[in-house]
């Protein structure tokens, strides 16, 4: 057979197959992936909680895939951005490492997105878990969210909090309009000016993460009265979560994952899924990722599938009790 007729001949063998060169060894999804240098587009700014998690396993995964893996932080508008450009890469060398609330909440802020967030975002592992907190300040007289929502009730409308965007705002948020409790909302748009505020009492509530409130904590000038993750933190062993303080409602993950393109291979999924595993058991990996004021995970493609549904399931809640994009804004 002539090398004509042979390249023809291979040429419509990939066709019929629904194959392209770039697509085979992924196609597969056995040990050929990666065959060039992989990209994690992180759609959070350079020096952020996720970011640096995503550095980390970067680092983890080119070790052990042979390859580079670089980080690209494509910030904006709460992830869409990023979301925008993981979903327009169509490249199948290209991952995201994103959080389930691009899937769970931004569907309900944005009229439009630039993502198709049911097709274009293949979840493929958790890696972390932002520790999200309910903390107080020290002069406020409480020990516990049963013991905040009594004063909160004795007192409407006396008694100010913050909050980080999204999820730790939601929670809060909703809460309060359960119980029909009144409070005062202090927006910022300085993450810095809020800690410094906490810290000095000038707001006596803040829901946000671990991250944001622990030198306020560790100054003394503040206490942490729950976790709203279903389970306590290892880091955290006497802080009860908020189910145990009776605010089951409140009960949400910050959770935060690597995912894949558009149709990824079963089969490659769960290679990465292994790989990203691997990567969370190394304890160097995880006490960086911890110091970070994040718990390490590590799961399969159906359990991190599983985990995004469960905060869809909470977000849904939350939105019949408050309107998302205009609460207490």
Known sequence: ?????????????????????ATVS?????????VRIVKIIVPFAAGSANDVSARFYADGLSRRWGKPVIV???????????????????????????TASMVTVSPLLQDSLPYDSSRDMVPI?????????????????????????????????????????????????????????????????????????FGE??????????????????????????????????????????????FAEMEIEGLAGLFGW??????????????????AADPSVRSRIEASGAQVLGSTPREFSAAIERQRTGIEQISRVVDLKNVAR
């Open 1 to 21: 057979m002539g090398l004509r007729n042979l390249r023809n001949v291979v040429g419509l063998t990939m066709l019929l197959a629904g194959a392209t060169p």
């Open 26 to 34: 992924t196609c597969r999804g056995d040990d050929a992936w990666p």
């Open 72 to 98: 690209e932080n494509r910030p904006g508008a709460d992830a869409v951005v990023g979301g925008g450009a993981f979903a327009n890469a169509r490249d199948d060398h290209t991952l995201l490492y994103g």
């Open 125 to 197: 592992a958790s890696t972390a878990s932002s520790i999200l907190v309910i903390a107080v300040h020290d002069r406020l007289p409480v020990r516990s969210l049963q013991e905040l929502a009594e004063l909160a009730r004795a007192k409407p409308g006396e008694l100010s909090w913050s909050s980080g965007p999204s999820l730790p705002h939601f929670v809060f948020a909703a809460m309060l309009a359960r119980h029909g409790l009144k409070q005062i909302y202090i927006p910022y748009r300085d993450a810095s000016a809020q800690q410094a505020d």
């Open 201 to 246: 009492g000038r707001i006596q509530i803040l829901s946000h993460a671990l991250l944001s409130v622990r030198a306020s904590v560790v100054a003394g000038k503040a206490r942490i009265l729950a976790v709203t993750s279903p389970g306590r933190q290892p880091s955290l062993p006497d802080v009860p979560t908020v189910a145990e303080s009776g």
């Open 262 to 279: 558009r149709d990824m291979p079963a089969a490659l999924r769960d290679k990465i899924a292994e790989d990203v595993k691997a990567v």
